[in-house]
């Protein structure tokens, strides 16, 4: 399979030539990947879990990580579908995840389409879990938040690895 980084973003994914080859570029992407794998077997996955609950209306922090590392993946899971997540990618602009609502109903339900997607949507249960696409670099800095509307019960868990 083919890779490709995401522009704005180091997220990797398939790409093919029009004529359904793989494109020079991609070649290049692929090797670069392969080694990127190569380090990574020779550093200690790190993960990170905790629990709000019942958390009121605000911001939570979650995680703070300093130093240069590569998302692994994780998932978050709500009580609430109003519920979202703040992200810092070193010192850029914090990006705001849409609601689960709002995931649901753009119906991100696989990994590396965009930083989250939905895992789990019961309006019956009230509970909605919400996946952390892997391969997402950050440089000097992650920082991720979660921002609540309504009071709700929120457990995480978060896989990553420093480089």
């Not at 991609?26 to 905790?50: D, V």
């Not at 703070?64 to 992200?87: D, E, H, P, R, V």
């Not at 389409?113 to 952390?132: A, F, K, P, Q, T």
């Given at each position: 399979m083919?890779?490709?980084?995401?522009?704005?973003?180091?997220?990797?994914?398939?790409?093919?030539?029009?004529?359904?080859?793989?494109?020079?570029?991609?070649?290049?992407?692929?090797?670069?990947?392969?080694?990127?794998?190569?380090?990574?077997?020779?550093?200690?996955?790190?993960?990170?879990?905790?629990?709000?609950?019942?958390?009121?209306?605000?911001?939570?922090?979650?995680?703070?990580?300093?130093?240069?590392?590569?998302?692994?993946g994780?998932?978050?899971?709500?009580?609430?579908?109003?519920?979202?997540?703040?992200?810092?990618?070193?010192?850029e602009?914090?990006?705001?995840?849409?609601?689960?609502d709002?995931?649901?109903?753009?119906?991100?339900?696989?990994?590396?389409?965009?930083?989250?997607?939905?895992?789990?949507?019961?309006?019956?249960?009230?509970?909605?879990?919400?996946?952390?696409?892997?391969?997402?670099?950050?440089?000097?800095?992650?920082?991720?938040?979660a921002?609540?509307?309504?009071?709700?019960?929120?457990?995480?868990?978060?896989?990553?690895?420093?480089?």
């Amino acid at each position: 399979m083919t890779f490709q980084a995401r522009p704005g973003r180091s997220m990797f994914q398939p790409i093919r030539h029009a004529g359904g080859g793989l494109s020079p570029k991609a070649e290049t992407t692929f090797n670069e990947i392969l080694k990127q794998l190569i380090i990574l077997n020779h550093k200690p996955t790190l993960m990170k879990s905790g629990y709000y609950g019942p958390a009121g209306v605000g911001t939570y922090p979650l995680l703070t990580i300093i130093g240069k590392g590569i998302i692994l993946g994780g998932n978050f899971n709500f009580t609430k579908n109003s519920a979202q997540l703040k992200f810092t990618f070193d010192d850029e602009t914090p990006i705001t995840s849409s609601s689960i609502d709002s995931l649901y109903q753009q119906e991100l339900f696989s990994p590396n389409i965009d930083l989250l997607y939905v895992v789990r949507y019961d309006d019956v249960n009230y509970n909605y879990r919400v996946g952390l696409s892997p391969g997402y670099n950050f440089e000097t800095k992650l920082k991720i938040e979660a921002v609540f509307s309504a009071s709700t019960f929120l457990s995480y868990l978060f896989y990553y690895v420093l480089i």
